[in-house]
């Protein structure tokens, strides 16, 4: 059985095309607002303290973090645990485990959304 017969079989396709496409549209604004105001808040961070995140790709590197890869940094920390970047300081890892707990009630309150429209 091929996973689309399997989809089909299972009425997934159908809860699916029920989710409106407003609502998706706004989960990804949301989760795209909320990476990148943290990704500015630990780049602002990092430039008042530049042994606030260590880069374990490159140690020992003297080349300075940009932007970007604290918005790589934001991304992956609201998915999963992060990558790339350490965080080395308090703040740094307060505001960390203040975004793993935003993504988490943001993953929550979607999914009820989600599931609501089923």
Known sequence: MSILEYLDQSHLLEH???IPLSL?????????????IFAII???IYL???NSFKNIHNID???PIEFFDFI???HTLFFSLGYDLVPQT????LFSMIQLKVGFIITAIYISKIISHW
């Open 16 to 18: 699916i095309k029920k």
């Open 24 to 36: 998706i549209t706004e989960i990804i604004i949301i989760i795209f607002a909320i990476n990148i």
């Open 42 to 44: 630990y780049y602002y």
């Open 48 to 50: 008042s303290n530049k």
């Open 61 to 63: 590197s003297k080349d």
């Open 72 to 74: 790589y940094y934001s």
């Open 90 to 93: 308090k703040l740094v890892k």
